[in-house]
Each structure stands twice: as structure tokens, then as C-alpha cells.
């Protein structure tokens, strides 16, 4: 009995103490995907530590940080390095602190894989222009401490898992240039706190019309929307003025139509674009009104029908 209890708090013993070498093993790991790196940064300072830096953390290491500690590495940050080859993002999944992953503008490739999930330290996931591909995990979901999440600019593909309720803290969802789909109703109606979706250039579908039960919390903090190049579908419906801090709306290259509403209590809204959709009827006065911050629209390719007196508003021509 005794001895089950010693060996029981020597488990949980090991368990609470963070252990670096882990995490410099996993990197060790993930480092063997990189076939080229031109700066030479990566390949010629990650080498496995020595004894004489203590095992503790590879300060050395080019964009890996540790915490305060010095117990576990918190950042991985290899942005622009034009760094090339296939990662193994399961090499990543022991690195039980890491809050952000950050590989921006190389020319990397690679499958998001399930486990990814499972660091559920990640604030910032920032695989930005590269060409990692295939699918999203529906795991992505379980990363409740996710801040920043920027996947534009890959050849990802497949559904986007749309049911991403459990991401509260999500202020950037950044997708722009994917082969993704899902119902942008469904994905809208989970987010509660974003205040920049890009969701421009993929093949997201489904209704831009929303009850405003869906979506209230988000009206509040959104500041950047843009859906254009997808097959939104559907008419406005009067729920868009919602969004009181909305100050960008480009929902243009869409299917959109009906008419346009009113948008008299968008404050904020600096630049409308719903160009080529199939929208039609007049355009609304209130557009141009004093109380609007208006300073880009286009409304071009469309069946709107009346007199454009905006024109005078913006060219002073009149
Ligand atoms: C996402 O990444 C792209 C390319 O690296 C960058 O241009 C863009 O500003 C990022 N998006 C956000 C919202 O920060
Ligand atoms: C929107 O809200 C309505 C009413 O609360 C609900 O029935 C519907 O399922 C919600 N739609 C989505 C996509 O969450
Ligand atoms: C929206 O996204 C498209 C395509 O990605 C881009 O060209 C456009 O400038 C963006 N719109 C705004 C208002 O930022």
C-alpha cells in the first residue's frame, strides 16, 4: 500500500515538473523537416544543448523563447526565412507551454494532423503563406486559448470545422486564399468574440441573412469582415446593422441579392464593397448621410436601379 502511494506521488511529481528536454527534444524533431534554409539561422543554431548550459532553456536557438523560468518553451517565431520542406507537426503536439507557433512567409509544406489539438497552450497559430495543405482537424476546435489563428495564403482544403465554439478568445481568424468550405451562417453564429474574419478567396457558402440571436455577442466586437470571392448567398436582411463597430464589409464576388438595407447605426463603417453580386433596387440614401464615416464603396456589377446622386457625394461633380 505504502509503496503504491510513494510510487503514485513520485508519478505526479514528474508529471507537475515542467520538463524542458522535451520540448527541445520535440524541436529537435521538427527542425529534421527543414530541407533548406537559406539564412542558414535555424540549422546552424539549433544543436543539441550541451551539459554546460544546464539543460535548461536554448536561449541560443534562433525564435524559440522560453517563459520567465526558464522551465518551458513558450515561442516559435520563423517568420520570412524562406525555409523549405515537409513539417511533422505531430513532432510539436509534447510541447505542453507552447503559445505560439508562428511560420509566416517561408516555403514550407505539410498536414495539420488531429493531435495539434491537444496544445492547448496555443494563442497564436500563424502558418500564414506557405503551402502547408490538406484538411483541418476538427481538433482545431479544441484550442480554447486560441488568440490569433492565420491560415491564409496555403493550399488548404475540405470543410472547414465550422463548430468552433469552444475558441471564445478568438479575436483574428485569418483564411483568405484556401480551397476551404463550410456554411458561414453556422461558423458565425460559434464565434463570440473576433473582431477580424477573413474568410476572402476560399468556397465558403450558405446565408448571409442571420437571426440576431445567432450572432449578438459578435455584432458588438467585430471590426473587420470580409467574405468576398465566395458563394454567399441570399439577401442582407436588415441583421448587418447589427454590427455597430463593423468599419470594413467587403462581401463582393458573392451571390448575393435583393436589396441593400439601411446602414444608419454602422457608425464605424469606413469601407462597404459588395461589388458583382446580384443585388438590385436603390441604393439607400442613408449611405451618404452626414453621421456616416464612409470613405470607399463600391457597389459596382450589380442591377442597382435609380439615380445615383451618392455620385455628387463623392466626386462633388454636382
Ligand atoms: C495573416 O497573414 C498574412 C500573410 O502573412 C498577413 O498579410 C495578414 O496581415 C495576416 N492577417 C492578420 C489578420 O494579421
Ligand atoms: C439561430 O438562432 C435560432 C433561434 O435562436 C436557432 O433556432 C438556430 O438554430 C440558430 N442558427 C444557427 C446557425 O446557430
Ligand atoms: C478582401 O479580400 C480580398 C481578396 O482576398 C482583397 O483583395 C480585398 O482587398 C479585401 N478587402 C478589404 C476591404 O480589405
Known amino acids: 500500500m505504502l509503496s503504491k502511494i510513494v510510487i503514485f506521488s513520485l508519478l505526479l511529481f514528474r508529471l507537475s515538473v515542467?520538463?524542458?528536454?522535451?520540448?527541445?527534444?520535440?524541436?529537435?524533431?521538427?527542425?529534421?523537416?527543414?530541407?533548406?534554409?537559406?539564412?542558414?539561422?535555424?540549422?546552424?543554431?539549433?544543436?543539441?544543448?550541451?551539459?554546460?548550459?544546464g539543460g535548461g532553456c536554448p536561449t541560443t536557438w534562433h525564435g524559440v523563447k522560453c517563459d520567465d523560468s526558464g522551465a518551458s518553451i513558450v515561442a516559435v517565431s520563423l517568420a520570412g526565412l524562406g525555409l523549405s520542406g515537409e513539417l511533422k507537426f505531430s513532432t510539436l503536439v509534447p510541447m505542453s507551454s507552447l503559445q505560439t507557433l508562428a511560420l509566416a512567409g517561408n516555403r514550407l509544406t505539410g498536414r495539420l494532423v488531429p493531435a495539434l489539438g491537444s496544445i492547448q497552450s496555443l494563442q497564436t497559430l500563424d502558418l500564414s503563406s506557405n503551402g502547408f495543405y490538406g484538411p483541418i482537424p476538427g481538433r482545431i476546435a479544441d484550442l480554447y486559448n486560441l488568440v490569433h489563428l492565420n491560415l491564409s495564403h496555403n493550399n488548404f482544403e475540405g470543410g472547414f470545422p465550422v463548430e468552433i465554439r469552444n475558441l471564445q478568445q478568438l479575436r483574428v481568424l485569418d483564411l483568405r486564399s484556401n480551397k476551404l468550405w463550410g456554411d458561414v451562417k453556422v461558423l458565425l453564429s460559434q464565434l463570440?468574440?473576433?473582431?477580424?474574419?477573413?474568410l476572402s478567396q476560399n468556397r465558403f457558402f450558405g446565408e448571409f441573412y442571420m437571426d440576431s440571436?445567432?450572432?449578438?455577442?459578435?455584432?458588438?466586437?467585430?471590426?473587420?469582415?470580409?467574405?468576398?470571392?465566395?458563394?454567399?448567398?441570399?439577401?442582407?436582411g436588415r441583421s448587418v446593422r447589427?454590427?455597430?463597430?463593423l468599419e470594413v464589409l467587403d462581401l463582393g464576388q458573392n451571390k448575393l441579392n435583393g436589396e441593400l438595407p439601411e446602414f444608419?447605426?454602422?457608425?464605424?463603417?469606413?469601407?462597404?464593397?459588395?461589388?458583382?453580386?446580384?443585388?438590385?433596387?436603390?441604393?439607400?440614401?442613408?449611405l451618404f448621410e452626414s453621421g456616416m464615416q464612409l470613405v470607399e464603396i463600391d457597389l459596382s456589377g450589380n442591377g442597382f436601379t435609380g439615380n445615383f446622386k451618392f455620385l455628387c457625394y463623392f466626386s462633388k461633380i454636382c
Open 18 to 53: 515542467a520538463d524542458i528536454s522535451a520540448d527541445v527534444r520535440s524541436l529537435l524533431e521538427f527542425k529534421k523537416g527543414i530541407e533548406h534554409d537559406p539564412s542558414g539561422l535555424v540549422t546552424a543554431s539549433w544543436a543539441v544543448v550541451g551539459p554546460e548550459s
Open 242 to 245: 447589427l454590427f455597430r463597430n
Open 264 to 286: 444608419d447605426s454602422m457608425p464605424n463603417l469606413k469601407v462597404l464593397r459588395a461589388g458583382s453580386n446580384f443585388l438590385s433596387g436603390p441604393i439607400p440614401e442613408g
Open 192 to 198: 463570440r468574440n473576433v473582431e477580424h474574419v477573413d
Open 213 to 236: 440571436s445567432n450572432f449578438t455577442s459578435m455584432a458588438n466586437t467585430a471590426k473587420y469582415l470580409n467574405f468576398s470571392g465566395n458563394q454567399i448567398f441570399g439577401g442582407f
